[in-house]
């Protein structure tokens, strides 16, 4: 079936950089789209960006724009978020979703804490 | 990009028809049929509830439907159950090649 494994929890200084990474197993990898969606504590869910295999159509969102990096790496069937100059309101759960075609997100990773504090 | 608006709670007892609305823009809800519904449980990712606004994935129950009228797009819950009671989010593509987020709506079954 389906998987989404995401690493584990991450605490960071402000300032510092994270690394989130998202393995897939169980459907033809290269065919999909990944997105990146977080959620702070308390609040609602944020789209932040979409990988695509042609890097010109990677997308992010505006709030994100030199910030943050979404590559792949297909032997390893993984997708990577590389989030940078952290702030405190950086923390957050961070999950990665496969687009299931049809512009929607069809399965989810189980989410990796981000907290950043000093 | 702002966040598409949805009410803060809604509630409803066991059995009972609850909607909960998403509004959104010409940029968003109202540009394509592409509205997805997703259910969030404390401490659980979310899962996959409505897409193309009216289509189930396999499995959801069918106690769920989705609509839309211009700009606002809606989850219907029908036969409402305990377990309903989640947060709710709906996402739409948008004509910017982005996606957006509603700020999410509790449903407390009472």
């Known amino acids: 079936q389906v998987q989404l494994v995401q690493s584990g929890a991450e605490v960071k200084k402000p300032g510092a950089s994270v690394k989130v990474s998202c393995q897939a197993s169980g459907f033809t990898f290269t065919k999909y789209y990944i997105h990146w969606v977080r959620q702070a504590p308390g609040q609602g869910l944020e789209w932040m960006g979409r990988f695509t295999p042609n890097p010109r159509d990677i997308i992010y969102a505006q709030e994100f724009q030199g910030r943050v990096t979404l590559t792949r790496d297909t032997s390893t069937r993984t997708d990577y978020l590389d989030l940078s100059s952290l702030r405190s309101d950086d923390t957050a759960v961070y999950f990665c979703?496969?687009?299931?075609?049809?512009?929607?997100?069809?399965?989810w990773g189980q989410g990796t804490l981000v907290t950043v504090s000093s | 990009q702002s966040a598409l608006t949805q009410p803060a709670s809604v509630s409803g007892s066991p059995g009972q028809l609850i909607t909960i609305s998403c509004t959104g823009s010409s940029s968003d809800v109202g540009a394509y049929d592409l509205v997805s519904w997703y259910q969030v449980h404390p401490g659980k990712a979310p899962k996959f509830m409505m897409y193309h606004v009216t289509n189930r994935p396999s499995g959801v129950s069918n106690r769920f439907s989705g609509s839309k009228s211009g700009d606002t797009a809606s989850l219907t819950i029908s036969g409402l159950q305990a377990e309903d009671e989640a947060d709710y989010y709906c996402s739409s593509y948008t004509t910017s090649d982005t996606w957006v987020f509603g700020g999410g709506t509790k449903l407390t079954v009472l």
């Open positions: 979703a496969r687009d299931g075609g049809n512009h929607d997100f069809d399965h």
